[in-house]
């Protein structure tokens, strides 16, 4: 799904989303939390030693206590690509930098970690590859990705109203799948890969509270191909009653998200 200039997202559209809702996007890090606690039940089971450690994104402070509680000699730098984001969080050592042109040497790092932030980048392979060159020999690659089977239903409840209201820019992201994600880090080098997903369902009131949550975690439609004009009341509209249809069988609204978890090593 490229566009004519190579550009899936529009990044800087995310950038400015972070700049005016910093705060509401750092309150409503439930997901992030969920995310960040499977690397760390991951990292409860190696014995590995992590002195220089990167953490892109910092979307969770919960991965940030346990490497500082779990490797208290450790060095380690978050980053966001949002100033605004990243000045509301208490760790001293922290850059901005984006994801997609990071700013450190190769050899840097024995851990990287992500958390929710790599799914709307336009070239992952790329950016892969730049991680592992941050990454020391034997480093550890550690990463949570918002993968392909998510927000399923609001898909359907979107391609209906299109259909019945006529062709409309696409609403929901593109999104990795599983094996796509393992063989991505094979692509860009790593070794000793592993890629499995975690199941997340979120039951919800109502739909609106639903479309909200999606906002507030700042991840609203940042699409290339994304026409500039409002959505029509009547297509919100339509989308809701579809949604509330598809939820009708289970007798409850619910939401799902697919967490891709990736571990990898540089060689």
């Known amino acids: 799904m490229l566009m004519a200039n190579g550009m899936i997202f529009k990044r800087e559209l995310l950038k400015k989303t972070y700049a005016k809702n910093a705060s509401i996007i750092k309150e409503n890090s439930f997901l992030s939390d969920y995310a960040a606690n499977l690397l760390i039940d991951k990292l409860k089971q190696t014995s590995l030693h992590f002195e220089n450690i990167l953490y892109l994104g910092a979307k969770s402070p919960l991965l940030t206590e346990f490497l500082q509680t779990q490797y208290p000699q450790a060095k380690i730098t978050e980053t966001s690509f949002s100033a605004e984001f990243l ?18 040497k190769e050899q840097s790092f024995d851990l990287v970690c992500s958390v929710l932030n790599l799914h709307n980048v336009n070239d992952l392979v790329g950016t892969l590859i730049q991680i592992r ?8 690659f550690l990463a949570s990705l ?18 019945l209201l006529g062709s409309s820019s696409p609403k929901v992201a593109p999104m990795l799948e599983v094996k796509m994600a393992g063989q991505l880090l094979q692509r860009a080098g790593y070794h000793m ?75």
């Open 193 to 267: 890969v592993i890629a499995d997903s975690d199941d997340v369902e979120i039951i919800y009131e109502h739909v609106n509270k639903l479309l909200l949550d999606i906002k507030n975690m700042g991840e609203g439609n940042i699409l290339n191909s994304k026409t500039n004009r409002l959505m029509s009341i009547k297509r919100l509209a339509l989308i809701k009653e579809n949604y509330i249809n598809l939820s009708k069988l289970a007798k409850k609204i619910t939401a799902n998200y697919e967490l891709i978890n990736l571990t990898a090593f540089k060689n």
């Open 87 to 104: 000045a509301l969080s208490a760790h001293p050592h922290k850059i901005v930098c984006d994801e997609e042109l990071l700013p450190f």
């Open 146 to 163: 918002i993968g392909g089977s998510s927000l399923s239903k609001l898909r359907h409840a979107c391609l209906e109203a299109d259909a």
């Open 133 to 140: 060159k941050t990454l020391k020999d034997k480093g550890l």
